[in-house]
């Protein structure tokens, strides 16, 4: 049965004093004057985040090249130690997961190991929802078998534009298929994909599975080891706040550990090896062997911080609250903004909503910039969505309420109307 919520400001700050993780909010560098609704693209920085950061750069400054062996996490195996502190979120074993480059290179590393053409399975299976990097590199993937991606691309399209029925993606896992590679949450409607289901009708068909975990990891616990899931990539810079441009991960099921990696390179070599320099590649018998070049350690550093204080809160105490916001929120938007013609693009369900509200209207990109000079920062999607991700590590109840009367604020005053009808750089 859902909570029964009330329209009441005071309702709002019962709801913050009755959060068991509101203390972490003030461990983040929240601005007064703003709400921040957009840590689904970039996560904000946190205090825990800046002292690993500052740490590494003094060890750089201190240690030099000693900081290899003797930094206080050693950098030689910082990759690793994040990956411990990784495991919990995404439910993997640590030696599944590395800590590595962008969230591109790594669908290039994982496609071009795990797509392995013959003349009976040769084609991709992705959807027509999916961030477009993942796309283009599964194009790019097929082409540079020889292959036409008009022939060997399989596509599932979504009935309503916005999300998928997953019996919709089975009925498109034919014999031909050789590898599937999904989100698993849309990054524009914030559908969370049933990932447990289809990664076992992949399995009863002989299909390699993988997911693109970019708008799930640390919003949504997953078991990817349980569930048997091949592969996954995701960025650490939207939940799990590393930073702009922080390193992605891979996770590489240890059933694989024994497969030569598609793009190699002298950080997969076996670890305690590598600086043996040999000219014949020995990939490392755990997700490591995925690695390619020296990794990003300035980069890595605030993910460190923010991995340790995620495990601090736990995983499932932030997806408690990241759903009760988005009911919360949904509750708001029915009562306050359904008269203005907003509507709701992201599932209601809470088994098959990620960590974000898809907020709906056909103005979205005037009112999503009124939005932004009134103190609220929020993202554009075309066609027509204003993503609004209530982050639960650092956004409160009280900040959700103040939102959505912003933008009741915005339709009363037609104060979206004095923008123009067009979207900026980057939102």
């Not at 029925?165 to 050789?178: L, R, T, Y």
Request: glycine share 8%; aromatic share 10%.
């Amino acid at each position: 049965m859902k909570e029964k919520f009330e329209l009441s400001e005071a309702f709002a700050a019962k709801l913050d004093g009755q959060d068991p993780i509101a203390a972490f909010r003030q461990r983040f560098y929240l601005k007064e004057d703003e709400i921040y609704m957009d840590g689904n693209s970039l996560g904000l920085m946190s205090k825990d985040a800046e002292k690993s950061l500052l740490r590494v750069v003094e060890e750089w400054k201190n240690l030099g090249i000693n900081g290899w062996s003797n930094a206080e996490v050693p950098w030689f195996y910082f990759s690793k130690e994040l990956a411990k502190l990784m495991a919990p979120l995404v439910g993997a074993e640590a030696d599944e997961i590395t800590i590595h480059s962008s969230t591109t290179v790594n669908i290039h590393a994982v496609i071009s190991t795990f797509f392995r053409p013959d003349s009976k399975k040769n084609k991709i299976l992705v959807d027509s929802l999916n961030f477009p990097t993942d796309r283009y590199a599964v194009e790019s993937q097929i082409s540079l078998r020889g292959l036409d991606p008009k022939e060997h691309l399989v596509v599932v399209k979504s009935e309503d534009g916005r999300t998928f029925d997953e019996n919709d993606i089975v009925a498109k896992m034919s014999d031909d298929v050789a590898l599937v590679f999904l989100p698993a949450v849309l990054y524009r409607s914030g559908q969370l994909l049933d990932m447990e289901y289809l990664t076992a009708e992949a399995h009863k068909r002989g299909i390699i599975i993988g997911f693109d975990c970019c708008h799930s990891a640390g919003a949504v616990p997953h078991h990817l080891s349980e569930w048997g899931v091949d592969f996954a990539v995701w960025c650490n810079y939207k939940y799990l706040n590393a930073g702009p441009g922080g390193p992605a991960a891979i996770y590489i099921n240890k059933r694989h550990f024994d497969k030569e990696p598609g793009m190699a390179g002298w950080h997969g070599y076996v670890h305690d090896k590598m600086f043996d320099l040999l000219d014949e590649f020995e990939s490392a018998d755990n997700a490591g062997g995925w690695q390619m070049g020296t990794p990003h350690i300035l980069s890595m550093a605030p993910l460190e911080g923010s991995l340790k204080m995620y495990n601090e809160a736990g995983i499932e105490n932030l997806r408690e609250k990241s759903l009760r916001l988005t009911d919360y929120m949904m509750y708001l938007i029915n009562n306050e903004l359904s008269r203005y013609g907003f509507t709701i693009g992201n599932p209601r369900e809470d088994k098959r909503r990620g960590g974000h509200i898809a907020l709906e209207h056909e103005d979205a990109v005037r009112i999503n910039a009124a939005l932004k000079d009134m103190g609220v920062i929020p993202d554009y999607r075309r066609p027509n969505v204003i993503r609004l991700a209530p982050v639960p590590l650092y956004v409160s109840y009280h900040d959700a309420w103040v939102v959505i009367h912003k933008i009741k604020d915005i339709m009363d005053n037609k104060v979206y109307e004095k923008y123009e009808n067009k979207r900026g750089l980057i939102a």
